[in-house]
């Protein structure tokens, strides 16, 4: 049995990641041993004394401490998610989010919204990755013969900073405006910024981020439109590519890359034509809400009227019934479970709402024209 020791720190997509590795791991019977920087006293060293494993993976964010040292690992295989592949001192072994394909994911979005303007704001840490999805972005505003300009955090010391300089370039952004921001928590960041100025997101600023994290993206005001980052992939790869070391297949350096597989539209990206709050908020009670059993009834209460008058308001205003916006998000909602290979097909009825499986399947069957099954072939990798 082999031992491989992880090294991360606590964050909830590299438990997506995690879950990828434990994919890779479990039919080979390998022992997964988490070593959370941050939990422990514990320094690397010591980490690998105690548990004396046979290869590991290494999270970026235990590169960029203080007095990290790749000599440590010396003599063990080990692989390296995300590393800064200019500055990293030897040849490795890593696993790498390609920020040209999921940047170019997410700006085709904003693109495909007819905009003539666009924008991005970096990561509030300078990072490689950040600068590379900025060069995306521009080029594909250049692309669709828009306009570009971006936005660089002066640094980290301070959010009260972030918010005095941020502020004033958000109001001087010609409108509408589409931004493509670094990631989640910097969407987060534009949202609350674009509230304090009084912008109206997305019918002046359109925002997208990068990672779809449900627990961000979700509480936004609005909901926070995102690229959906592969993370559960990209720990498969990164176990596959340690397996094939420990084997002798693998030599470094070797780097393979992993992407954006899809967009999960939420409602800072939804442009209206026309102007209803209680029908926006109405939307917006369905995004949280649809996979809980909400009904088309409860949704008419909050638009408020007769039923008839709320059914004809919502139309109008979003094109479609209150039922078919009730599946739609049901049917995002299933699309994102069959992504993550952990999930069976017959087992995710009831994560999306539906009272058994076979509701769910004929949903699904009328909002996309295939089966689940098809669908998962057609867009799940590995």
């Keep these: 049995m082999k031992n491989i020791l992880y090294f991360q720190y606590p964050w909830r997509l590299w438990r997506l990641r995690l879950a990828g590795i434990f994919r890779y791991a479990t039919p080979r019977k390998w022992r997964i041993q988490i070593a959370e920087h941050g939990l422990t006293a514990?320094?690397?060293?010591?980490?690998?004394?105690?548990?004396?494993?046979?290869?590991?993976?290494?999270?970026?964010?235990?590169?960029?401490?203080?007095?990290?040292?790749?000599?440590?690992?010396?003599?063990?295989?080990?692989?390296?998610?995300?590393?800064?592949?200019?500055?990293?001192?030897?040849?490795?072994?890593?696993?790498?989010?390609?920020?040209?394909?999921?940047?170019?994911?997410?700006?085709?979005?904003?693109?495909?919204?007819?905009?003539?303007?666009?924008?991005?704001v970096g990561n509030i840490f300078p990072r490689d990755w950040s600068a590379r999805r900025r060069e995306t972005m521009a080029a594909a505003a250049a692309a669709a013969g828009g306009t570009f300009t971006d936005f660089e955090p002066s640094g980290p010391d301070c959010v009260t900073a972030f918010f005095d300089s941020i502020r004033p370039w958000l109001k001087k952004l010609p409108r509408p405006c589409g931004i493509l921001a670094a990631n989640d928590i910097t969407g987060d960041l534009v949202l609350q910024a674009c509230r304090m100025?009084?912008?109206?997101?997305?019918?002046?600023?359109?925002?997208?981020?990068?990672?779809?994290?449900?627990?961000?993206?979700?509480?936004?005001?609005?909901?926070?439109?995102?690229?959906?980052?592969?993370?559960?992939?990209?720990?498969?790869?990164?176990?596959?590519?340690?397996?094939?070391?420990?084997?002798?297949?693998?030599?470094?350096?070797?780097?393979r890359y992993f992407g954006a597989k899809d967009i999960f539209l939420r409602s800072s990206t939804r442009v209206f034509k026309r102007r209803d709050g209680a029908v926006r908020h109405a939307i917006e009670l369905i995004r949280s809400q649809a996979c809980s059993g909400l009904t088309p009834a409860r949704v008419c209460r909050e638009i408020g009227g007769s039923r008839r008058m709320a059914e004809t308001r919502f139309r109008n205003f979003a094109g479609r019934t209150i039922g078919d916006e009730i599946r739609e998000a049901r049917v995002a909602r299933a699309k994102s479970l069959l992504l993550e290979k952990t999930q069976s097909i017959e087992s995710i009825y009831f994560k999306c709402g539906y009272a058994d499986a076979s509701a769910l399947r004929r949903a699904f069957k009328q909002s996309t024209g295939m089966s689940m099954r098809a669908w998962r072939a057609t867009n799940a990798k590995l």
């Design 42 to 120: 514990m320094s690397i060293a010591e980490s690998l004394r105690f548990w004396a494993p046979d290869g590991c993976i290494v999270e970026r964010s235990i590169m960029d401490v203080p007095g990290f040292d790749p000599s440590d690992f010396k003599g063990l295989h080990v692989v390296y998610c995300d590393p800064d592949l200019q500055k990293f001192p030897a040849p490795c072994l890593a696993v790498k989010h390609d920020s040209d394909i999921t940047a170019t994911t997410a700006a085709n979005e904003l693109v495909k919204l007819g905009l003539a303007h666009f924008a991005y």
């Design 197 to 255: 100025e009084r912008l109206r997101v997305p019918d002046d600023i359109a925002v997208i981020g990068i990672d779809n994290d449900e627990l961000i993206c979700e509480h936004t005001t609005p909901t926070l439109t995102s690229a959906v980052s592969d993370f559960e992939l990209s720990g498969f790869i990164a176990a596959q590519l340690l397996d094939d070391a420990m084997q002798g297949r693998a030599h470094a350096p070797c780097v």
